[in-house]
């Protein structure tokens, strides 16, 4: 019996919590940074590196996606190819999920966290769904 992968917890977690969750994502593409050092323009053109840019946001409730591999089929119909896809939870109240105004608020602070390059606290995935550790 293979063992969950690590984007199978993650859903697994948030439907177990006592409250209900809505899973936020955003997704995102490397870019050559601005005024690139040759150290960094040589990086990048290898596949290595560049800066983070978000290209696209969404949220799940955890019980509307089946894994990994639904999640990037809808993406790659609905935009632009990207690179990474972060994900985090949000609780929502009083046995109700979390309203659309709190959604759009903390998928706007992802999108900037994301932008600013401070995405340490969210789990990153790369195209195929294994996790990644970003620095």
């Not at 940074?33 to 799940?60: I, Y």
Request: proline letters at 9%.
């Amino acid at each position: 019996m293979t063992e969950p992968s690590h984007f199978q917890q993650l859903l697994a977690a948030a439907r177990e919590q006592s409250e209900p969750h809505r899973l936020l994502f955003v997704f995102a593409a490397a870019e050559l940074p601005d005024r690139p050092t040759p150290a960094q323009r040589a990086g990048f053109l290898a596949g290595r590196g560049g800066a983070l840019v978000p290209l696209m946001c969404v949220d799940k409730a955890p019980g509307d996606l089946a894994g990994f591999e639904a999640l990037a089929a809808e993406s790659e119909r609905a935009g632009p190819p990207w690179q990474v896809v972060f994900a985090a939870a949000l609780a929502g109240r009083d046995g109700r999920p979390p309203g659309e105004e709190d959604v759009e608020s903390a998928l706007g602070a992802m999108v900037e966290a994301v932008r600013l390059g401070a995405f340490g606290r969210f789990a990153a995935y790369d195209r195929s769904g294994e996790p990644l550790i970003l620095s």
